[in-house]
């Protein structure tokens, strides 16, 4: 066992924790010597670009896993307008539509569900890659033009 440590004095040559002086200006507190290979780059200023506001979102890649849920949300999707196409065919028969016009509106109805929700669903995903003209405005367009449709033809 050792004995009990007596706490030494410092030294006069070690003055333990010191504060630093205060200088004049920040640059003396740099160090004085430059990193191998960035002499070059060393006097020059730094140039800043300001960035716009209005510039455009670069795309980001989308994951799978959000895919996967997405893909799985729209079959759900496609499950419950399934179920909504019979209720609808059902429904005009009983208003005295034709069969074979009620089962036509019924499939209108589902497209048109199916092509709405499919843009929405990849909104939800990605919207920077998937809320474009070229992708969301043919789906949108086609589904409305069916739903449309589907209500032309229910009323026959």
Same mark, same amino acid.
């Given at each position: 066992?050792?004995?009990?440590?007596?706490?030494?004095?410092?030294?006069?040559?070690?003055?333990?924790?010191?504060?630093?002086?205060?200088?004049?200006?920040?640059?003396?507190?740099?160090?004085?010597?430059?990193?191998?290979?960035?002499?070059?780059?060393?006097?020059?200023?730094?140039?800043?670009?300001?960035?716009?506001?209005?510039?455009p979102?670069?795309?980001?890649?989308?994951?799978?896993?959000?895919?996967?849920?997405?893909?799985?949300?729209?079959?759900?999707?496609?499950?419950?307008?399934?179920?909504?196409?019979?209720?609808?065919?059902?429904?005009?028969?009983?208003?005295?539509?034709?069969?074979?016009?009620?089962?036509?509106?019924?499939?209108?109805?589902?497209?048109?569900?199916?092509?709405?929700?499919?843009?929405?669903v990849?909104?939800?995903?990605n919207?920077?890659?998937?809320?474009?003209?070229?992708?969301? @405005?043919?789906?949108?367009?086609? @589904?409305?033009?069916?739903?449309?449709?589907?209500?032309?033809?229910?009323?026959?």
């Amino acid at each position: 066992m050792q004995g009990p440590q007596t706490p030494s004095a410092p030294s006069p040559a070690d003055p333990g924790f010191k504060l630093p002086e205060e200088s004049a200006s920040p640059q003396d507190t740099l160090p004085q010597t430059q990193p191998q290979g960035e002499s070059e780059r060393a006097g020059r200023p730094v140039e800043v670009v300001p960035g716009t506001t209005m510039a455009p979102v670069p795309a980001t890649d989308t994951s799978t896993r959000d895919l996967a849920i997405g893909a799985v949300v729209f079959v759900i999707l496609l499950v419950v307008y399934f179920f909504v196409r019979n209720a609808y065919v059902h429904h005009l028969v009983v208003r005295r539509v034709a069969p074979s016009s009620a089962g036509s509106a019924g499939w209108l109805l589902f497209v048109g569900l199916g092509f709405l929700s499919a843009a929405a669903v990849l909104a939800i995903i990605n919207a920077s890659k998937f809320l474009t003209f070229a992708v969301t @405005g043919p789906l949108v367009a086609v @589904g409305l033009v069916a739903l449309v449709a589907a209500l032309f033809i229910g009323r026959r």
